[in-house]
């Protein structure tokens, strides 16, 4: 089983948008029982949250399910639970490391070092573009999906 855990800052945007958008894609191949996927974030100040309205209404507009979830903060306990510590931005990076300490696995990176063009996703918290957001994360999920499939 391939555990993934996509983290952001708050947890309640784009880690839970990729995390949906993944689960989602999981599902339709076929591969639920192959995988466990979540989210978390770096940052407490949305502990106990549930996903942005803004998150929420991109993903219905797509036909994406939203499961139940509320904002947890990632552990160090996490790394040794998850094969994939992905975050969202290179800021993301950084405070995962903080909290991590090391990655002698190299199971840290951003969502879109899997695609060709490895690039930041933008906070639609500051911009309120949730549709570029989504954009960047489909990407990189369907990116991800290829790398996992290669595991599998």
């Not at 880690?15 to 407490?44: E, P």
């Not at 949305?46 to 994406?64: C, S, Y």
């Not at 002698?104 to 490895?118: A, G, I, N, W």
Request: hydrophobic content about 35%.
């Amino acid at each position: 089983m391939i555990k993934i855990l996509f983290i952001c800052h708050g947890n309640i945007c784009r880690s839970t948008m990729a995390q949906f958008l993944f689960q989602d894609m999981i599902n339709k191949s076929g591969l639920t029982d192959q995988f466990y996927i979540d989210s978390a974030a770096t940052s407490r100040e949305e502990i106990g949250a549930p996903p942005h309205h803004g998150t929420v209404q991109k993903l219905k507009h797509e036909g994406i399910p939203v499961l139940p979830h509320r904002a947890v903060q990632v552990t160090k306990n996490d790394y040794d639970k998850y094969d994939y510590l992905i975050g969202m931005d290179s800021m993301n990076i950084r405070n995962m490391m903080r909290i991590l300490s090391e990655d002698p696995e190299q199971k840290v990176c951003r969502l879109l070092d899997f695609t060709d063009e490895p690039r930041d996703i933008v906070d639609p918290w500051y911009t309120g573009n949730f549709d570029v957001t989504y954009d960047n994360i489909k990407e990189g999920c369907e990116a991800l999906l290829k790398d996992c499939r290669r595991r599998l």
